[in-house]
């Protein structure tokens, strides 16, 4: 069980999304939230798995050997979404945000969530993908999801947990709270090697 | 946009599942819950995917042309799981749900939910099938999850938002929110040429 075997561990969340939090939560586990600032900028060679996975060890490096003691656990990630190979980012706002979902309309995309966990003597970084089947979405629905739910800091310009998920995902093929921000079963296996 | 479409209906959703009030409400559908109590028998010669239609059917049928006035919606469903071709049922106590998750532990499962949509002079009846992965589950994971969540009332003993569909769901295919009780997807799709 991972709960026991982490037990004597200082688990830290290095990220402010409220869904990475709830998912963990939802894991059993018990850690803090510690989100350090960093700039989402990655080299313009890599591909989207080498940037979900770059992303998330960035995050994690941004705590130094001075932030780990002994016991502590750092999890680290992020969540690019991909079209024919390339990665939409976050909207800047409405126009963006409008764009995105009408790239997204009627086609399969994938959602791509970096990990990293780190330790004071090692770390292991992985990546799980998801593909995701929209359906064909009118301006209507898209202008009402964009006002309503103000997708803004969200890869991809839209939360599968929302109003979105239920009427424009036909189906997905993967781990649904990938999706969302973290893929959980693979972390709970990555984390009971790890530990 | 349904919501709209939908606006002169009573809309009921004949079921006392929280999951599946949560995902319509989710869908942004106004509505109120009105179960009524059936027997979930069905005959012998049906196959998973009519047993699950089946079920939805009598519960709206469970709904007389008494209790329909003209702008009368009901939202009927059940969810059934199936492994192999065999109907799992929902465990009658602690015995029988570990049975059923060490049938479901390493192997693909179908869950299939059924849904009936009836107004005063039409009905309509569909399903949705979503195949889902589970790990091999340890009996100290099944114990665990038992024991803390009492899966008792869930068809295959298990709910996919709880921590069992984090630690032991591999992957799906299909419809995520089908497995929660309700294809929200198809349901919309439904409700727009019902309507």
Do not use: C
């Amino acid at each position: 069980m991972l709960a026991e075997r982490l037990k004597h561990y200082d688990i830290i969340l290095a990220s402010a999304s409220p869904r990475r939090k709830q998912l963990l939560e939802e894991m059993g586990l018990r850690f803090r939230v510690e989100p350090k600032h960093i700039d989402e900028v990655f080299p313009d060679d890599l591909n989207p798995v080498e940037a979900a996975e770059f992303l998330s060890r960035i995050k994690a490096d941004a705590f130094t050997k001075d932030d780990l003691h002994d016991n502590t656990l750092i999890i680290a990630s992020d969540t690019v979404v991909t079209l024919d190979g390339e990665i939409l980012g976050k909207p800047a706002g409405k126009a963006e945000a409008i764009e995105i979902l009408q790239q997204l309309s009627g086609k399969t995309h994938e959602v791509i969530t970096g990990v990293t966990i780190k330790a004071l003597d090692k770390q292991h970084t992985f990546s799980v993908t998801t593909s995701v089947v929209f359906k064909t979405l009118s301006l209507q629905e898209i202008n009402h999801y964009i006002d309503t739910f103000k997708p803004f800091d969200k890869a991809g310009a839209y939360g599968i947990q929302e109003w979105i998920g239920h009427v424009a995902i036909e189906r997905i093929d993967g781990s649904y709270f990938n999706v969302m921000g973290l893929p959980t079963h693979s972390l709970y296996e990555e984390l009971l090697r790890f530990a």
